[in-house]
């Protein structure tokens, strides 16, 4: 008595550590028939797992998609942002939400006025002989630009963040 009582519960964690193995290490077959003559309480641990994979999947999936859709409509939208360079040297950076008028004295002492308005940035009014950057159509689009030849002064859309940039140069 005292021998198998003893010999009982060693026997149970030893059978148990050995069962497992068998079906796994096994053909894939074996294992599936395992799984069907197996308690319905496994195949359901199973198909949540598989749903949980899909689910990630689909996940995973929709903000990779959601990234990729951002970029694009980004990529087309109005820019955030006007840089401004004089003779080449930057020398303000405008948001383009916020409508105001920028006078700008160019290389020679030339004078230029930039219009931000409705998200578009307008050069207005100019003294350069050419009047180039007044006949040019307003900028809003991330990478267009106005440019005064005469005075140097590019007025240039671009993409970087609004708000910080913009709270510096008032
Ligand atoms: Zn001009």
Redo the contacts with the bound molecule.
């Keep these: 008595m005292d021998e198998k009582k003893k010999a009982a519960p060693a026997d149970l964690p030893a059978a148990q550590e050995n069962a497992p193995p068998g079906p796994e290490t096994s053909d894939p077959e074996a294992s599936d028939t395992a799984e069907k003559k197996a308690a319905p309480a496994g195949r359901i641990t199973l198909r949540l797992t598989r749903g949980d994979r899909r689910l990630l999947l689909l996940l995973g999936g929709g903000a990779l998609l959601c990234m990729l859709v951002q970029t694009i409509i980004l990529g087309h939208s109005p820019g955030s942002m006007v840089e401004i360079t004089v003779g080449g040297k930057l020398v303000q950076t405008v948001s383009l939400s916020t409508d105001r008028t920028i006078q700008l004295t160019g290389v020679g002492g030339g004078t230029?006025t930039l219009v931000i308005k409705n998200g578009k940035a307008d050069?207005t009014e100019?003294d350069?002989p050419?009047?180039?950057?007044?006949k040019h159509r307003a900028v809003s689009k991330k990478g267009e630009s106005i440019v005064?030849?005469?005075?140097q002064?590019v007025v240039t859309v671009t993409g970087g963040e609004a708000a910080e940039v913009d709270a510096g140069t008032q």
Excluded: Y
Excluded at 130 to 134: A, K, M, P
Excluded at 148 to 151: A, E, G, R, S, Y
């Design positions: 230029n050069m100019a350069c050419d009047q180039i950057c007044v005064c030849l005469p005075h002064i």
